[in-house]
Structure formats: C-alpha cells, structure tokens
C-alpha cells in the first residue's frame, strides 16, 4: 500500500465513524436523500451517495429516523426526520463527542510540550 | 423510466432479499433521479451512476447481514476439521479401494494372472475411491459449518462467553509429536505388503523362484498347508499393527497410551511370530533340495537349512524379531518418558537472559 493509499485509509475510517452523528444532527429538519447529501457538501462534509442512501436506510430500520413519501411532485420523493428515539442517541453521542474531542486536545497539547 | 437506470437499479436490487426489494428500488429510483438533471443525457446517466459505483458493492452496503459462507469466527476451526478429517477419509476410501480393486479384478475372478491388470485395477480404483471420498468430505463438513453459521445469524445468539477454561493446553514438544505422514505411510506400507503377502502365500501371484535349477522346480516357497495355516496369524499381525497405527493418529503425541499400545503390538508379534514357525515343514522339499545342491554348506544360515534344521531358522527369526521388537519399545519409551524441553520450559529459558 502506498504512503498515499495508507492516509486515505485512516482518512476514511475517521470519516466514516463521524458520519452517524453528522447526519442525525442535519436531519433535526427534514431531507430527501440528495438534498442531504448537497447539505452536508456545503458544511464541508462530503459524502458518497453509495454510503449516505445506504445509511439512511439503516438509521430508519434502526428507528433513529421517520420517513415520509411526499408525493405532491411530478415525481415520488422520500423525506426523513430524526425521531424522538433519534435525538436521545444523538444527544448522548454529542456528548461524547465532546468528551473525545478533550481527550484528543489533552494528547495533543501533550505532544506540543 | 429510462432503461439503463432501470437496468442499475435492477441489477442492484436483485441481490438483496425479497422483503427488502421494492422498499430499496423505490428509494433508489428518487434518489437517482433526484441526481439527474429533467433531461439527462446517456454521459450524465453514465457520470451519476459512476458515482454510485457498482452495482454489487452498493448492493453489500444496503445489506443488513453480512453474509459468508463460512464466517471469519470459526474459519479458523473449519480449517482444522479439514485437517483432522481429510487424511484419515483419504486413507480409508484408498484402503477399501485398493481391496475392491482386488476383488474387481478378473485376477481373482478369473483366476488370469494378469500382474499388470490386477495392480492397476486395485490402484485405480484405490485413487479413485480416495478422490471421490475426500471430495465428499469436504462438501459435508462445508455443508455443516454453513448451516451451523446460517442457524446461528438466524437466533441472532452470540457465542458462549470464553473463559480461561476454555483454552487448550499447551502443544507438545515438537519430539513428542507422532508424524502424521509417517504413520500413513506406515499404514499404506502394511496393508499393501499384507495384500502381496497373502497374494504369494496363497500362490493368487506365483512365488519368487519359478525357477529349475539342477532338475528341481520351485513353485513355491512354503507348503501349502503352513501357507493356510498361516493366514490369520497375518492377519490379525497386520490388524494390531494397523491398530497400533489408528492410535497414532487419533492421538498424534506419544503418551502413556501410545507406548502401551507400542508394546502391546510388539509383544504379540514376536508371539504371533514364535507360535506360527512352530510349524513343521514350512519350506517346501523342493526349496530344500535346490539349498542343498547349492553346496553352501559354508554359510551357517543356509547350512542349518541344508540340514533340515527349520526348527533353528524358526529361531533366528524370532530372536531377530525379538531384538527389533526391544529396540522399538525402548525407543518408544524414550519418545515417551523423556522429560526434555516442553513448549513452556523454552519460552521461560527465552526469557531468563
């Protein structure tokens, strides 16, 4: 594996562990699946189509998301919002996040030293 | 509904299960199309399902259960019941072919003496039976770890929780390992001489010397009668030997039991052995007589012989068994008893620079 390709790798690892609590925060207003995926281009967060739908499925299975089919357009479209369920675990996973983000700072500023 | 998009979505959705299907072809198609400009060329088609990547890969990140054949968790464990299982399967299926390829063959049916024929009906249908054989082993024990895996996903159970009850005990010092080709080898060894053996005893394969020599023609080796008399005392010789041989394998180190074993066999050759040559007249007369006009008086083997001495050949062999059968035992006490250097004891002496 290249030096590049390694980097990458761990790249996409971080990524993907941030994208739960990324998307559960967007959808405290509701999205179809492009328009979330434009929104979180436009916070910085790129994501791939073939992870977001993907995701989004699995969060609604979970619960953590509702759905609804807005069919008032030419054409059907699927809209999600977080659910209550939804907020209690992303509240929770804000937290930590918070709590990570000291400990991360913690070894860092350790490093600096 | 444009056809290539249909044809994606289809080849993507084809591959999940059916409860699942139409929920994922409804999303799919929004979603696709909600990427799509209203009149989207076939470049743009092209470009956006380029982005969604291929159809299999999306298909495996929609799915909710990974699926394998034989899950990463007891791979591990399918590996070494294949391992286990295979060699003995093999070897028995080339034992049971090897006595149907004898039986089969117009050698004994006939009663032709067909050399080449009777060998190469015993050792095809020998290979053939063993190939057949272990290609059944393998699709069984497949078969068993899928469905163990599949009822297992199904229940949603976990694993018993491990403890440290559960972790085996340290492998054996690599002396202390029985070779598990040496003992098929072995195995392959006696039951092939025992089948020649038998095959010459019973005149099925015409003996050594069909030869005359100054007027005399030896067919045979030994009389007819010691040759019937004979037979068990073979085969239950070779059957204890290939005992010996199964405990080998099952047990694959030397432990106390193997060396029981290991002695038990030895003994009852050398028995077998004193108890059969208490026969009378084993060699034929004929053999006798060409000895004799061999004029070897010399050498002191053949000279009992020449004498008719067969009670004194009857005891060199067994004192020549006996020896080999002593030297077998002690070297398998050694294997056995020796406290050499266990796994453990090189580790700690690793660590005690």
Known sequence: MSDQDLQQSYSTELRRGSLAIAVLGCLRESYYGYSLLQKLESVGLPIEANTLYPLLRRLETQGLLTSD??????????????????????????????????SLDLIRKENKE | MNNTVERYIYDVVRRL?????????????????????????????????????????????????KRYLIAPAVFETY??????????????????????????SAFVLNQTHQYAELFSSMFASA?????????????????GFAVYDYARSRDGKQQKPWTTQNLPELPVAKQKRISVSETIAEIIMTVFFT???????????????????????????????????????????AAVSLLECVIKLVVRSWSVVVFATVCSVNVVSVVLLAVLLNYPNYFTSEFIQVI??????????????ADGGQQTVAVVMIALMSIVSVVTILVAAYRTFWKGHTFRESIVTRFDD
């Not at chain 1, 919002?81 to 509240?91: A, F, N, Q, T």
């Not at chain 2, 060329?41 to 909710?64: D, F």
């Not at chain 2, 063993?130 to 078969?143: C, R």
């Open chain 1, 69 to 102: 089919w807005d069919t008032s357009q030419n054409r059907p479209r699927k809209y999600y919002l977080i659910s209550e369920k939804g907020i209690r675990v992303y509240d929770n996973l804000c937290h930590e996040w918070e709590r990570m983000q000291e």
């Open chain 2, 17 to 65: 299960p059916e409860s699942e299907r139409s929920d994922v072809e409804s999303e799919l198609k929004a979603n696709i199309y909600d990427m799509l400009s209203d009149e989207p060329t076939e470049a743009e088609i092209e470009s956006v399902l380029q982005k969604l990547g291929r159809p299999s890969v999306l298909a495996e990140e929609y799915r909710l259960h």
């Open chain 2, 79 to 104: 590996l070494q019941t294949l391992k286990l299982v295979l060699p003995i399967v093999g070897l028995v299926m080339f034992i049971v072919g090897l006595g149907i390829g004898i039986f089969n």
């Open chain 2, 127 to 143: 290979f053939g039976l063993a190939l057949s054989g272990l290609f059944q082993a393998v699709v069984w024990i497949t078969i």
């Open chain 2, 195 to 237: 089948a020649l053996l038998i095959m010459i005893w019973k005149g099925i394969i015409p003996a050594f010397f069909s030869v005359s020599m100054n007027n005399v023609t030896i067919t045979a080796l030994f009389t007819s009668g010691f040759a019937d008399y004979a037979m068990p005392f073979i085969i239950i010789a």
């Open chain 2, 292 to 305: 004799q006009s061999l004029e070897l008086g010399r050498f002191d083997f053949v000279g009992f012989l």
